[in-house]
């Protein structure tokens, strides 16, 4: 089946230093990626929408200068959260989607940052 | 309209027991409704999915029922077991063009050994 590969799967990092979160495709293209955001026991919020080689969407409420998306290539998409702050501290997951007889979105493992 | 509730929040179930998982949506343009489980500090897993054509789909333990005139589908978990105990998240989305999963809130389900 698809597998989505996300890196790394915790970080600690100051509070006002960047952090680069990693999102590949493995097995698959992927055209579109997602980002969510995941609060302790809620559900997944959507970031932004990210498409292969065109500027990433962003949700509502999303500030695109701080979670800054690029998807260069048909298979990595990356998210860095820009001078990041303690209130960012969450649970951080991608999702790739496939295409075609094989339709279906694959999340990754997901990302703990912890901004201290 | 682009909302799916999902119920109950919470869930216990005894072990061998059959665990319920309800969803409804308002937006009839879906026509991709997955079920996700997540374990704790884990990405969601693709347990089951189904599309608007067919009315059940049963893969091993887990079932979906879906009830198009009714816009509602829900998880059926046959002989649930103390390693199901995750949670659960129903979400639907439109394919062309890939767009979002529109998630359901989650249910939390604990399979009592």
């Known amino acids: 089946g698809a597998v989505v590969s996300q890196h790394p799967s915790r970080v600690i990092c100051k509070s006002g230093t960047s952090v680069k979160i990693e999102c590949r495709s493995l097995?698959?293209?992927?055209?579109?990626m997602f980002w969510y955001r995941q609060f302790p026991k809620q559900s997944l919020m959507l970031m932004a929408t990210s498409n292969e080689g065109s500027k990433a969407t962003y949700e509502q409420g999303v500030e695109k200068d701080k979670f800054l998306i690029n998807h260069a290539s048909l298979t990595l998409s990356t998210l860095t959260v820009t001078s990041a702050h303690p209130e960012d501290s969450s649970f951080y997951i991608c999702?790739?989607?496939?295409?075609?007889?094989?339709?279906?979105?694959?999340f990754g493992s997901g990302t703990r940052l912890t901004v201290v | 309209q682009q909302q799916v509730k999902q119920s109950p929040q919470s869930l216990i179930v005894q072990k061998g027991g059959i665990s319920i998982i309800n969803c409804a949506y308002e937006n009839t343009a879906f026509d991709y409704f997955p079920w996700y489980q997540q374990f704790p500090g884990k990405g969601p897993a693709l347990l089951i999915a189904?599309?608007?054509?067919?009315s059940e789909k049963k893969e091993g333990r887990f079932t979906i029922s879906f009830n198009k005139s009714a816009k509602q589908f829900s998880l059926h978990i046959m002989d649930s077991q103390p390693g199901d105990s995750a949670t659960y998240f129903c979400a639907a989305s439109i394919i062309q063009g890939a767009q979002k999963l529109v998630f359901g809130q989650g249910t939390r389900l604990t399979i009592n050994p």
């Open positions: 097995d698959f293209q992927a055209t579109t």
């Open positions: 189904i599309r608007p054509d067919v």
């Open positions: 999702s790739a989607s496939e295409r075609g007889p094989n339709y279906g979105y694959t």
